[in-house]
């Protein structure tokens, strides 16, 4: 198994464009989380999904959208992006709800750097 | 206010001493407390968790529900445990961790 893969792993955008970054889960995990790491922080919560449906959203503007897919892999979308947004962008999957384990597994991330 | 404090940015410590990561939370309930640890050119990756109570490349950690504390310990210290601590908070009910700033720890020889 691979673990939690995430791509592209390095991207660089203009202000204002919109990012797509992906993430695959572990087989058997059903929920995706999504994390900003910003240099010199630790990880902040932007979203968790489970069976496709959104279960939390953390503090960030609506700019910020995910979803996640039949097969439990999982996109996160941010739109206008600003220099702000420039972090490292982590995919979480574990089990979810009802599950006793709540380990959760991270990918390596993707560096996303806004010019 | 839910958050999570790790004083410390960096720890540095001889091989052989003892290692205390300092870990103090706030939550009104009962919450879950992981520690997790990320290695150099590795991914964030678990340690030990609260409800465990087990002990992981001989660090160990207890929660102090009274000084809202969730402190990693070590007893002897060794180069290979260098690397970036966080502790993390999951509010009960909820599936999402709250991270501390994170600690270095590096383990001198």
């Known amino acids: 198994d691979a673990g939690v893969t995430q791509s592209p792993t390095h991207l660089i955008k203009t202000r204002g464009q919109q990012v797509t970054l992906r993430c695959s889960p572990i087989?058997?995990?059903?929920?995706v989380s999504w994390y900003q790491q910003v240099l010199g922080q630790g990880p902040q919560f932007i979203f968790q999904?489970?069976?496709?449906?959104?279960?939390g959203r953390g503090n960030f503007p609506d700019r910020f959208s995910a979803r996640q897919f039949p097969n439990y892999s999982s996109e996160l979308n941010v739109n206008a992006l600003l220099l702000g947004d420039s972090a490292l962008y982590l995919c979480?999957?574990?089990?979810?709800?009802?599950?006793?384990?709540?380990?959760?597994?991270f990918g390596q991330g993707t560096r996303l750097t806004v010019v | 206010a839910q958050r999570v404090t790790q004083p410390e940015k960096l720890l540095s410590v001889f091989k052989g001493a003892p290692v205390e990561l300092k870990c103090n939370y706030s939550?009104?309930?009962?919450?879950?407390l992981f520690w997790y640890v990320q290695y150099s050119r590795q991914r964030l990756q678990l340690l030990l968790r609260?409800?465990s109570r087990e002990s992981i490349k001989g660090f160990t950690a207890d929660l102090n529900k009274g000084e809202t504390s969730f402190h990693l310990k070590k007893p002897f210290a060794q180069e290979e445990d260098s690397a970036m601590y966080y502790c993390?908070?999951?509010?009960?009910?909820?599936?999402?961790?709250?991270f501390g700033t994170g600690t270095r720890l590096k383990v001198l020889a």
């Open positions: 999904y489970y069976e496709k449906e959104e279960r």
């Open positions: 993390a908070l999951s509010p009960a009910g909820t599936y999402k961790y709250i």
């Open positions: 979480a999957s574990s089990y979810g709800p009802g599950s006793m384990n709540t380990e959760a597994f």
């Open positions: 939550y009104s309930g009962s919450p879950e």
């Open positions: 609260h409800i």
């Open positions: 087989s058997g995990h059903k929920s």
